[in-house]
Antibody, heavy 116, light 112 residues
Framework: QIQLVQSGPELKKPGESVKISCKAS????????MHWVKQAPGKGLKWMGW????????TYADDFKGRFVFSLEASASTANLQISNLKNEDTATYFC?????????WGQGVMVTVSS | DVVMTQTPVSLPVSLGGQASISCRSS???????????LHWYLQKPGQSPQLLIY???NRFSGVPDRFSGSGSGTDFTLKISRVEPEDLGDYYC?????????FGSGTKLEIK
């Protein structure tokens, strides 16, 4: 069955960096793009962008240009999200999700807490 | 950006009753290829969102027929009939016709 398994929770200080991973299984990784979605505590969903898993080309929503990097380890069917120079407002759960019929299958989410 | 206005914010329902959620977009969601990329999700407490309806009215794999989607252009509706306890949570619409993709602000379905 199709699964997206994300890495574990992270506790970071402001100014640090974090890299979270999303390992896909149950389908051909390079056939479907991967989205990233942010959910701040108690808030709604915000689309961050996506990465073409065949070409590796990322597309970022405006609010996520600069400090956010989408990358791939295609041989390991894994998509990564790196956030640099972390700020308090980056505290959120980050989801990866496959681009199929819609944004169809989702990872379980990674809670990133930024606190001094 | 396309603004997705979702109403109501909170929706108290009785078990076995019916619920209706509205999602309106600030511009037409009809793509140049003729498809309309409006989808509905349910996020149960402590879980990741799950796809219910894709492209306005198509139920995703395993979704009960109690869930139905309708609408066109800028005006869309999700209906849930015979509400069950497992239906409780936050519902979101998502448009993927225009970049950037945008979500509605969510509707919390709760027991009356």
């Amino acid at each position: 069955q199709i699964q997206l398994v994300q890495s574990g929770p992270e506790l970071k200080k402001p100014g640090e960096s974090v890299k979270i991973s999303c390992k896909a299984s149950g389908y051909t990784f390079t056939d479907y793009a991967m989205h990233w979605v942010k959910q701040a505590p108690g808030k709604g969903l915000k689309w961050m962008g996506w990465i073409n898993t065949y070409t590796g080309k990322p597309t970022y929503a405006d609010d996520f240009k600069g400090r956010f990097v989408f990358s791939l380890e295609a041989s390991a069917s894994t998509a990564n999200l790196q956030i640099s120079n972390l700020k308090n407002e980056d505290t959120a759960t980050y989801f990866c999700a496959r681009s199929g019929l819609a944004v169809d299958y989702w990872g379980q989410g990674v809670m990133v807490t930024v606190s001094s | 950006d396309v603004v997705m206005t979702q109403t109501p914010v909170s929706l108290p329902v009785s078990l076995g009753g019916q619920a209706s959620i509205s999602c309106r977009s600030s511009q037409s969601l009809v793509h140049s290829n003729g498809n309309t990329y409006l989808h509905w999700y349910l996020q149960k407490p402590g879980q990741s969102p799950q796809l219910l309806i894709y492209r306005v009215s198509n139920r995703f794999s395993g979704v009960p027929d109690r869930f139905s989607g309708s609408g066109s252009g800028t005006d869309f509706t999700l209906k849930i009939s015979r509400v069950e306890p497992e239906d409780l949570g936050d519902y979101y619409c998502l448009q993927s016709t225009h970049f950037p993709f945008t979500f509605g602000s969510g509707t919390k379905l709760e027991i009356k």
